[in-house]
């Protein structure tokens, strides 16, 4: 006589697994732990572009000369930092109430920040060398 499987036995511990890694967690948690680490990644190329763009304006104005610009450089890299979390926040909220993550929302969340930032930076960098002659 064939034997018949049990169909309320518990599946092999291998295809638990598979199945598992196949169907994404929206918990809120799971979602901001992928968001974060992506973000993370992209940490380093804003930092650069900024300071890219800080340093660039700063020569064309002579701010460069001051040393409340170098001062000034510190505090609000500092602050642009902490923005920064902005957009893995507002990432990980659009996702939760999308169901789905999407490359193209984090470049354009990613992008959004960092012209936002980039004014601000112009804008610091500029009024340093303005009202500093």
């Not at 920064?84 to 990980?92: K, V």
Request: proline share 5%; net charge neutral; aromatic share 12%.
């Amino acid at each position: 006589m064939a034997e018949s499987k049990n169909p309320y036995a518990t599946p092999p511990v291998a295809e638990s697994i598979e199945t598992a890694q196949a169907m994404p967690d929206w918990g809120i948690q799971s979602i901001a732990r992928r968001v974060f680490l992506a973000w993370e990644k992209l940490r380093v190329r804003y930092n650069v572009i900024l300071i890219a763009i800080c340093l660039f304006t700063a020569f064309l104005t002579g701010a460069y000369k001051l040393p409340e610009f170098w001062f000034a450089c510190v505090v609000a890299g500092l602050a642009a930092n902490v923005c920064y979390f902005a957009g893995p926040i507002a990432e990980t909220y659009l996702n939760w109430l999308k169901k789905e993550e999407s490359v193209s929302l984090r470049n354009g969340v990613f992008l959004l920040g960092l012209i936002f930032s980039a004014c601000l930076a112009v804008a610091g960098t500029l009024a340093v060398g303005i009202l500093n002659p």
